[in-house]
């Protein structure tokens, strides 16, 4: 397939890099020479410099024979403008744009995205799934990242282990033996910064984070058996008045376990403008980086505080204080992945990377059939891909023993009809299934082809 994608940025660049590692005939777009160039020397993509929206700069990225355009540069206004060139003059036929404005986004307008209006067929905002992110890491506070797949019957979860953790230095195959019938499944351990999928003679030790796949309904059990403890966030605390923080307030007002939430923001008239959109939150004008100011928001009293401000050193201190201050759960939103490493020592929770949500999200959109969702961990490190098995991949029929999976490759749930499976090496693979597999970014292009993977075009 031949995909066009404008702005090469970081999720533009990793949006690029997926689907050019699918074979896919990949032209990047941006008018910033040197991202350009650092896209066509890291992937195998053709470069373009220039406006995006302009029809010409198109022409030469190849939109006469394209199927599909992605527009992810950081204005709306010339991602909007670059779908409608692509319908109007070169007939392209799937389009999709990032869109930040919370008015693009507003349902009452939704009319507008129309072919004969605005011929946008995917709009992906950047701050819905951020906030929508943000509720996930509140639902599971002990979580430092967290996803759900095979439709929502199975969550990911971000655990560190700590003193605390009854298991550690356990390896992981007596882990089955005592908990038999727990459906756990460790798939992904990062220690002393290398992440690595483990093998069954794998011991936990205190430190290591883990990625581990649970049925829903053994959620609390599974946190348990690694030390971490659920309790309910009664009051939240949110730095940032902004998109992402106006949303993650009302998604928490609009919950029928009445949360009560303060928001802090700097800026008087978002600051007001939040506090209009909102009924029953309390808004404070002030710097969440005052003392007296977090003082005054009660951060000694509240169970989490989540720093959403578009400053990623704002959002880090902030947690920091609001650590120092009693508040025993702190959430941060962080841009810049070269900051994640800081968190540990920092003694700060969790963290939320807009880019990564953005291009999960993104992926998928653009998947069809075989492939049904894509979630990258940390800095593109990793992937869970949720795919389906069809009767030409090379494992159908295969019990899981017998596949060749490459090292860094794990399967951390299965679904045969309405059953989710914990597998087993004697589990059979079935045309039809649903798989969520954990797999090293190097091994990614293996997956694909154990899977028949490609992306359809619909």
């Not at 605390?164 to 459906?183: G, H, K, M």
């Not at 075989?370 to 490190?381: C, L, Q």
């Not at 030409?392 to 679904?415: H, K, M």
Request: with cysteine.
């Amino acid at each position: 397939m031949k995909v066009i994608i404008c702005g090469a940025g970081q999720v533009g660049w990793q949006i690029a890099r997926h689907l050019s590692g699918e074979k896919n005939d990949v032209t990047v777009v941006d008018n910033n020479p040197d991202l350009v160039r650092r896209a066509t020397d890291t992937l195998d993509v053709q470069g373009i410099s220039g406006f995006a929206s302009y029809p010409d700069v198109l022409d030469k990225a190849g939109a006469r024979d394209a199927d599909m355009i992605i527009a992810a540069t950081y204005s709306d206004e010339v991602n909007m403008v670059t779908c409608q060139v692509a319908h109007s003059v070169f007939a392209i036929p799937r389009k999709i744009a990032r869109l930040r404005s919370q008015s693009y986004l507003d349902a009452i307008y939704s009319d507008l995205y129309r072919r004969d209006h605005m011929p946008i067929d995917v709009v992906i905002s950047p701050e819905l799934e951020v906030a929508e992110a943000a509720i996930k890491r509140l639902a599971t506070p002990a979580a430092f990242d967290t996803e759900s797949f095979l439709g929502n019957k199975v969550q990911m979860l971000g655990l560190k282990l700590d003193e605390e953790c009854p298991v550690v230095n356990t390896a992981l195959r007596q882990l089955s033996d005592l908990f038999s019938t727990l459906s756990a499944v460790v798939v992904g351990v990062r220690r002393n910064g290398t992440l690595f999928a483990p093998e069954p003679t794998d011991q936990l030790f205190v430190g290591d984070e883990i990625y581990v796949f649970t049925a829903v309904e053994d959620i609390s059990r599974t946190m348990e058996v690694f030390g971490k403890t659920q309790k309910k966030q009664d009051r939240v605390l949110l730095v940032g008045g902004g998109n992402v923080g106006l949303m993650v307030a009302q998604r928490l007002e609009a919950r029928t376990d009445r949360i009560r939430v303060k928001v802090i923001e700097r800026n008087r008239k978002i600051a007001e403008q939040a506090a209009e959109a909102l009924e029953r939150t309390i808004v404070l004008h002030g710097d969440g980086l005052d003392s007296d100011m977090l003082a005054e928001a009660g951060v000694d009293r509240a169970d989490a505080v989540l720093a959403v401000t578009d400053d990623d050193k704002v959002n880090l201190l902030t947690a920091v204080r609001a650590k120092a201050r009693g508040c025993p759960l702190a959430i941060t939103l962080i841009n810049d992945p070269t900051l994640v490493p800081l968190m540990s020592p920092l003694g700060i929770d969790a963290y939320i990377n807009p880019r990564a949500t953005t291009v999960s999200s993104i992926l998928r959109h653009i998947r069809h059939g075989r492939v049904r969702d894509v979630y990258s961990i940390g800095d593109a490190e990793a992937e869970i891909i949720e795919a389906e098995v069809l009767s030409t991949s090379p494992i159908a029929g295969s019990q899981v023993r017998d596949v060749d999976f490459p090292e860094g490759v794990l399967i951390g749930a299965i679904r045969k009809g309405d059953k989710i499976l914990k597998p087993t090496g004697g589990t059979r693979i079935e045309e039809g299934d649903v798989i969520a597999i954990f797999a090293l970014s190097a091994d990614v292009p293996e997956v694909e082809r154990l899977f028949q993977v490609s992306i359809d075009f619909f």
